[in-house]
């Protein structure tokens, strides 16, 4: 189901006109390997399956379709759509299935666990890309709670799921449980990924509970109102409300390992600096206006999680929705600064900190970003390896 925010980015759309952007030249003289591309939303997001976005495309928005605009210049591209604000695994079993063309298996054991059906929409008759494996490889893009999604999927075709693997006969087991797919992705790139969560939630929750105002209620909790609220009885655990808290964040990195054999690239984004008292300041000038209140708060704020996580300073510099240092890597994973003549496989490529808000990565709304040059440079980066 569409979320009410997707829905009103739809109407909107007819009230800004779409920018005027220049082409870019894509030398592909230099490419090595010329893989398809999967881009997969964030939280409240949508995809090519969904009807809004033919009416406004969430890469590009008003700036055009940026899966077009890539297609046209011989990148093939693709956008996946999964539930807006469903949790980690149920995203990944359904971009799986978009991949494979097959009918969404969440698993026997997590369907039971959590309280909701196992099988979902069949996608048998319109696959997301015709062919997907150890030749025909795929690069991943995730933006926002995306991150994860993507991540995750890594982490079960290398090695499958075996709790699902325990309950489930052979001939009923999905493919996504039962690993040594490794060699199917060649690369993952994050944007804006809350890898260890965001202290968002925490200081929206703490704006409720001490009287704030109405505007500064819906913004900082912004992320609480995308989320569904487990409304079909669900387990209160299985959502991207849950996952995206910083203390299972966390619980979940324990759990994704880094694969060896795959590209890994992060770039996180900010809209913060410092005053000359050196402390953290949101930019708000040239920031979207829904993310306004949010990024101030979260410059300011220090404290504790309840699983103990203690969020200094260096957790205030922000995007307006995710914590900047939460998106360069997870945590404990292998990762380092990028060099672009030292990129290995299986460590994180930490990007430099792309100046821009939240939703920049994916084009803007009412603050248009061009980021076809972004994504022409970097998929060209891949693609040279």
């Known amino acids: 189901m569409q979320s009410l925010i997707s829905v009103f980015l739809a109407v909107i759309m007819f009230l800004i006109p779409a920018a005027n952007i220049p082409k870019a030249e894509i030398d592909t ?18 995809g090519s399956y969904d009807f809004v976005y033919n009416i406004m495309p969430y890469w590009g928005v008003f700036g055009g379709d940026l899966m077009k605009y ?19 695994w149920d995203r990944t079993c359904e971009l799986y299935a ?24 069949d996608f048998s008759k319109k696959p997301l890309i015709k062919k997907w494996d150890s030749e025909n490889k795929i690069n991943l893009f995730g933006h926002s709670f995306g991150g994860a999604t993507i991540r995750l999927l ?9 709790e699902e693997q325990a309950v489930t006969q052979s001939g009923e087991l999905s493919g996504l449980f039962t690993g040594g797919k490794a060699d199917y992705i060649y690369s993952i790139t994050t944007l804006a990924a809350p890898h260890n969560g965001t202290s968002a939630y925490i200081v929206g929750n703490d704006v409720e509970q001490n009287g704030g105002t109405a505007g500064e209620i819906i913004e900082t909790g912004i992320m609480n109102i995308a989320s569904h609220g487990n409304i079909d009885g669900r387990s209160p655990d299985d959502s991207a ?37 050196g402390k953290w300041q949101a930019d708000t000038a040239q920031m979207e ?18 699983g103990g996580v203690r969020l200094d300073e260096t957790w205030q510099e922000n995007d307006g ?20 003549d030292n990129i290995e496989p299986g460590v994180w490529n930490i990007m430099p900190v792309y100046r821009g808000d939240h939703m920049s ?23 040279s390896l």
């Open 98 to 121: 978009q991949l494979t063309g097959t009918r969404v298996d969440y698993g026997k054991e997590h369907s039971e666990r959590c309280g909701h059906s196992r099988y979902g929409t």
């Open 289 to 306: 206006p829904l993310f306004v209140n949010s990024a101030r708060l979260i410059c300011k704020y220090e404290g504790v999680t309840k």
């Open 154 to 162: 890594a982490q079960l075709m290398a090695y499958g799921s075996p």
């Open 361 to 383: 990565l994916q084009g803007g709304l009412l603050v248009n970003n061009n980021v076809r040059l972004f994504y022409v440079e970097h998929i060209s980066l891949i693609n």
């Open 70 to 88: 890539l297609n046209a210049r011989g990148i093939s591209c693709h956008a996946a759509s999964v539930a807006p604000s469903d949790s980690t």
């Open 29 to 46: 003289g230099v490419w090595k390997t010329e893989y398809e591309c999967v881009f997969v939303h964030g939280l409240s997001g949508w």
């Open 241 to 277: 409300t849950f996952d995206m808290d910083i203390d299972n964040a966390l619980a979940l990195n324990e759990k994704i390992k880094t694969v060896p054999g795959i590209y890994y690239f992060s770039y996180a984004c900010s809209m913060s600096s410092k005053d000359e008292n």
């Open 321 to 340: 929705l995710v914590n900047t240092v939460s998106a360069k890597a997870p945590l404990g994973a292998p990762q380092k600064d990028f060099e672009k």
